[in-house]
T-cell receptor
Framework: ETGVTQTPRHLVMGMTNKKSLKCEQH?????MYWYKQSAKKPLELMFV???????ENNSVPSRFSPECPNSSHLFLHLHTLQPEDSALYLC????????????FGPGTRLTVT | SQELEQSPQSLIVQEGKNLTINCTSS?????LYWYKQKYGEGLIFLMM?????EEKSHEKITAKLDEKKQQSSLHITASQPSHAGIYLC????????????FGQGTTLQVKP
């Protein structure tokens, strides 16, 4: 596969569940990102990783926990979410943490019931 | 903090018509990106502009960054149904390396 892939594409979970979102990039990039896209709101940056180290945590609630085991993989662990966390979660990568275009995955549509 | 405002928020055009989407920044733009998103899917990178007055084209889509580097426009010539989607502008946050901020998006529908 090429580009940025995300799994699952759709996820429905209850507020007491624990689940994880996975992102994998096949571009040899060193920076990876998690974004949240809610209806009628601009894309919100959640987390930034550069060379597997977290460099940005944009005041995200602790019920979202990122993990970057290597430069190709990024996870977003979810637990005790709220209905307002329902959104499209997008993963992106870029060659480095500077001014480069970011390449996005297809997203995971999350619904919290 | 820097904010991006896009106009219009939504647009419906007849196939074959030209259209323009604008992106205005509250501060100087140091890197401006245009993306296209199909509903519920990821963003597809279209173009990147960095220099004042810069203009880039890809197929029937042209993007410009004004001389003052505070506004960008995306122009589509002879629109087609395949152009339908959400267009987002994004910009480098100069105070935060690696961080992109985005406009709220412009939804384009092209009627056959």
């Amino acid at each position: 596969e090429t580009g940025v892939t995300q799994t699952p594409r759709h996820l429905v979970m209850g507020m007491t569940n624990k689940k994880s979102l996975k992102c994998e990039q096949h571009l040899g990039h060193n920076a990876m990102y998690w974004y949240k896209q809610s209806a009628k709101k601009p894309l919100e940056l959640m987390f930034v990783y550069s060379l597997e180290e977290r460099v940005e945590n944009n005041s995200v609630p602790s019920r979202f926990s990122p993990e970057c085991p290597n430069s190709s993989h990024l996870f977003l662990h979810l637990h005790t979410l709220q209905p307002e966390d329902s959104a499209l979660y997008l993963c992106a990568s870029s060659p480095r943490l500077v001014t480069y275009e970011q390449y996005f995955g297809p997203g995971t549509r999350l619904t919290v019931t | 903090s820097q904010e991006l405002e896009q106009s219009p928020q939504s647009l419906i055009v007849q196939e074959g018509k030209n259209l323009t989407i604008n992106c205005t920044s509250s501060k100087t733009l140091y890197g401006l990106y245009w993306y296209k998103q199909k509903y519920g899917e990821g963003l597809i990178f279209l173009m990147m502009l960095q220099k004042g007055g810069e203009e880039k084209s890809h197929e029937k889509i042209t993007a410009k960054l004004d001389e003052k580097k505070q506004q960008s426009s995306l122009h589509i010539t002879a629109s087609q149904p395949s152009h339908a989607g959400i267009y987002l502008c994004g910009a480098d946050d100069p105070s935060n390396t690696g961080k992109l901020i985005f406009g709220q998006g412009t939804t384009l529908q092209v009627k056959p």
